[in-house]
């Protein structure tokens, strides 16, 4: 009799449980990897999470491919990295996907860049500057305290789509930041060293980066943003990495690396290869893994050049 | 005196950063650069806070020049056509889209309403409606507009069938996104009034329309490589007063890998249509046309496409014309293009004409979207 108490009870529980199964995974669509994984730890198992771009895509230019269409006809929420840095594909994506909720006002549209401090807003925009992005720098997932603020925003969003979830989505949002906390001691810990060196890199793509722990990018080897490295543009490269002893370039995955190897030969340096999104390399699968990664590639290159 | 003060801070921040180390040069390098991001500042809160409720507004230019082996002026340029796009939402229910074009045509330059469409975006059931004037959807080059296209020329099928402009027509057009989840599929169903001239579909003085449909289907093969395949059907009046029923297909491959996808691609894509025109005398024209190109991207900047061109006259299946085109396309950012062509079409029994082309195209304006 005491075992079927036991077996009744249990089946009340899991009956009492099931209402919080059965609640359907918000579908989550993000522009980047980066905002995808962050979807995914603050949403955990209450989310299915996707990702448009892939980790070693050029976000700039990535193919607005029809199948993403179907995925984004019924998803709950979307997330952007916003600042027109998606203005090539998310646009014609978002007018054919016919789904109301995640266009721009909708309740699952997000904007992940909504109160991160930006960098490099230009006072006046002409493309003479080249590839400029007239609200600011939109590479600020790089910066892993801005994280912060692009989580809070999809908690919002998820919490928005599903308020049911609330506690649980606030509890893996509290989790997400202790682990930045903690996680952010140790990268600030293990750039300290080389706070205020100097770098070359590929594109204009790492100023948050560079803010955060401290790194000076002096120049790059794109002569403007979105123009391929000239020869006089590696010259004038060389000769400041010659002047100032500069001995690493940082480029992303990309971007072919043959200028990059030959500027670095010049000067007996290092070409180190970031990566700028969650899966870049097969290692990265977390947003975290994203800094482990570039901190510890970066500065085993920085103590490998330092005298 | 705001701007003193956050050059007085951005200088403490700079002799904070500052390796006492550095070289003269190098210092006035980093002071240059923090003057300038720091001169930059004051502006984040008015950039971000300064919307708009213009529509996003773009200037596309298209000059050419050319050299052809008939007739008596061999060597000729002109500036093609210069089209003024507006693209806004109206409201949370619908976007509008106008593009105005002034074209030259014999010598003077004209304005044409190129599209104007208003296009709904939250329908129920997964349904779009667009209504206006618009590029009919058929085939798959027939949406977009010529200076996006690879090549100078327009594919003798198309320029035969629906003109050199292709079908453009005033009526609604009706697009389903098919709940299909293993592959994307679209359906479109269009009625429109019937374009003003055109040897296929003509303006019906009685009550007859034109109607097209087509079915888009693709394919994710990889991460770097996809297939689409369309298929089209259209049945209107023609200039006889009597049908012409037409029935197409769209073939298009293409391969870009993810990682690098700046530097190479290659695009597989071929056309074919097949038309059944009533000659409204009893006869009935049965008419064929083709094309099949090859878009390679050679380098970052470089696209060279390969086109071969074969098509009748819809009222004349005896027309046998043929082209084989080379294009090869110098792309210096997503905002400029210089392309050189070269052309020769020939037709049973007559003479090849050879034709070389130089065509530059620029974009001034809000950024537009990707081509796929």
Do not use: C
């Not at chain 1, 198992?45 to 448009?52: L, N, P, Q, S, Y």
């Not at chain 1, 969650?278 to 290159?301: C, H, S």
């Not at chain 2, 809160?45 to 596309?60: E, F, L, M």
């Not at chain 2, 197409?248 to 391969?255: H, K, N, S």
């Amino acid at each position: 009799m005491q075992a079927f108490y036991r077996i009744f009870f249990v089946i009340i529980l899991l009956l009492a449980a099931a209402p919080a199964q059965a609640q359907p995974k918000l579908n989550v669509v993000a522009s980047l990897p980066d905002l995808a994984s962050i979807a995914a730890l603050i949403g955990g198992d209450r989310v299915e999470a996707f990702a448009i771009a892939s980790g070693y895509q050029n976000p700039h230019f990535v193919d607005p491919k029809p199948s993403y269409i179907t995925r984004l006809a019924r998803a709950d929420v979307f997330v952007t990295t916003g600042l027109d840095l998606e203005i090539g594909w998310v646009p014609p994506l978002l007018q054919s996907a016919r789904n109301g909720k995640i266009l721009k006002g909708g309740p699952g549209y997000v904007d992940a860049s909504a109160g991160v401090p930006l960098l490099q807003v230009p006072a006046s925009a002409s493309r003479e500057q080249g590839d400029i992005h007239i609200y600011g720098n939109p590479h600020y997932w790089l910066d892993p305290a801005r994280g912060k603020i692009i989580a809070q925003n999809v908690y919002d969003a998820l919490v928005r789509a599903q308020p049911a979830g609330q506690a649980y989505f606030a509890a893996n949002l509290k989790r997400f930041n202790e682990t930045l906390d903690q996680k952010m001691a140790q990268w600030e810990a293990k750039m300290r060293p080389y706070r205020g060196t100097r770098i070359i890199a590929y594109h204009n793509e790492w100023p948050y980066f560079e803010e955060r722990f401290g790194l000076n990018i002096v120049d790059f080897l794109e002569p403007k943003p979105g123009i391929p490295p000239t020869p006089s543009q590696l010259a004038k490269v060389i000769r400041l990495m010659q002047q100032q002893a500069i001995k690493v370039i940082i480029t992303s995955p990309y971007f072919k690396t043959d200028s990059a190897d030959l500027v670095a030969r010049k000067v007996n340096g290092q070409v180190v290869t970031l990566a700028t999104s969650v899966g870049a390399f097969p290692e990265i699968k977390t947003y975290f893994d994203l800094f482990d990664f570039n901190v510890n590639a970066l500065a085993k290159a920085l103590q490998a050049t330092t005298p | 005196m705001a701007l003193l003060l956050l050059l007085a801070a951005g200088t403490v921040a700079a002799a904070q950063d500052r390796d006492s180390t550095a070289a003269a040069d190098s210092l006035l390098l980093e002071l240059e650069r923090e003057m300038a991001a720091q001169a930059t500042t004051p502006a984040q809160q008015v950039a971000r806070a300064a919307p708009s409720t213009n529509p996003d507004i773009s200037v596309i230019g298209d000059g050419r020049a050319w050299y052809v082996s008939e007739g008596q002026r061999n060597v000729d340029a002109e500036f093609h056509e210069a089209e003024f796009a507006f693209r806004s939402a109206v409201d949370p229910y619908a976007r509008a889209d106008v593009f105005v074009a002034v074209g030259h045509h014999d010598g003077a330059f004209e304005f044409e309403l190129e599209e104007a469409y208003l296009t709904t975006l939250s329908l129920p059931y997964q349904l779009q409606l667009r209504a206006g004037k618009f590029r009919s959807t058929i085939g798959k080059i027939n949406r977009i507009h010529p200076h996006a296209l690879p090549f100078i020329d327009t594919p003798a099928v198309y320029a035969n069938f629906f003109g050199e402009e292709g079908l453009n027509d005033q009526g609604l057009s009706l697009s389903w996104l098919v709940p299909n989840r293993a592959f994307f599929q679209e359906l479109t169903l269009e009625v429109t009034r019937g374009p003003a001239e055109g040897e296929s579909f003509a303006f019906d003085e009685g009550n007859r329309l034109l109607y097209t449909g087509h079915l888009k289907n693709f394919w994710d093969l990889s991460d770097d490589a996809t297939l689409e395949v369309g298929l089209s059907g259209l049945a209107g009046p023609n200039p006889a007063g009597a049908t012409t029923l037409m029935g197409g297909l769209d073939l298009t491959y293409r391969w870009k890998p993810v990682r690098f996808n700046t530097y190479h691609s290659l695009t597989l894509q071929a056309e074919a249509f097949l038309s059944d025109r009533d000659a409204g005398d009893g006869g009935r024209v049965r008419a064929f046309g083709l094309y099949a190109l090859a878009n390679y991207q050679l380098a970052r900047r470089w696209f060279l496409v390969g086109r071969f061109d074969h098509a009748d006259l819809p009222d004349d299946a005896a027309w046998n014309e043929h082209a084989a085109s080379l294009t090869l396309g110098w792309y210096l950012t997503e905002y400029q293009k210089i392309e050189l062509g070269a052309r020769t079409a020939w037709r049973d029994g007559t003479d090849p004409v050879f034709q070389a082309l130089v065509r530059l195209v620029f974009v001034i304006g809000t950024h537009g979207a990707h081509e796929y």
